[in-house]
């Protein structure tokens, strides 16, 4: 299993923007799609975003559509994702996955195999 350590996360005031990194180590990174996930005080993990293999395919939650944009770089086995407009909803435990399964729909936690440890975004009002 390919291990991932999350950065970024910090306290920020509501409209700033912020960049998530996930770094990728143990395994070869291209063979997996990576994606974003949050969890908030007292909710359920949800989908943010996630990436495809090559980096050609994105899908968002709707939450975010418009606002945060998911990239990735393979040559540096990092996935990032660019938080803008954030507002104090946004506030959450950001964690990011991987996944080596072929033709799931990705926007579900059980399609992940590989979690990092999360990162804190804390957006004030």
């Known amino acids: 299993q390919v291990q991932l350590v999350e950065s970024g996360g910090t306290l920020v005031q509501a409209g700033a923007s912020l960049r998530l990194s996930c770094a990728a180590s143990g395994r070869s990174f291209r063979p997996y799609v990576m994606g974003w996930f949050r969890q908030a005080p007292g909710k359920e993990r949800e989908f943010v975003s996630y990436i495809s293999r090559d980096g050609g395919t994105t899908h968002y939650a709707d939450s975010v559509k418009g606002r945060f944009t998911i990239s990735r770089d393979n040559g540096k086995n990092t996935v990032y994702l660019q938080m803008n407009s954030l507002k104090p909803e946004d506030t959450a435990v950001y964690y990011c996955?991987?996944?080596?399964?072929w033709g799931a729909g990705y926007r579900e936690r059980r399609d992940y195999t590989s979690w990092g440890q999360g990162t804190q975004v804390t957006v004030s009002s």
């Open positions: 996955a991987a996944s080596n399964l």
